[in-house]
């Protein structure tokens, strides 16, 4: 009798890179070439409510109640989310979440 070693072929994949965002990008602005229109150009930063700036207005609205601090969520840039556009053709290039940020 003789086993046949088969396990040697194990297929590596490559799950890491699915859900990545298209650029690595901050919440500001950035100087970076555009893989659309190959310019140079400095982002175009766009700041959206997230489910997480609500999140902490609805925390901050439970501890804070007295002093209306539910609110300054949306009048910061600090727990928005930043969509970059390219300025010159306008498309869409990355997205910054606040998900990990701290407090
Ligand atoms: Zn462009």
Redesign the pocket.
Known sequence: MKLVENSAYHQIEEVAGIEMELLHVGSEPVGMR??????D?MTKAQYKNSRFTHIVALVLGILFWWMCCCVIPYITKRWKDVEHY??????Y?GLYTRRSAIL
């Open positions: 555009c893989p659309f229109c190959y310019e150009v390219c300025p010159n053709c306008r498309r290039l």
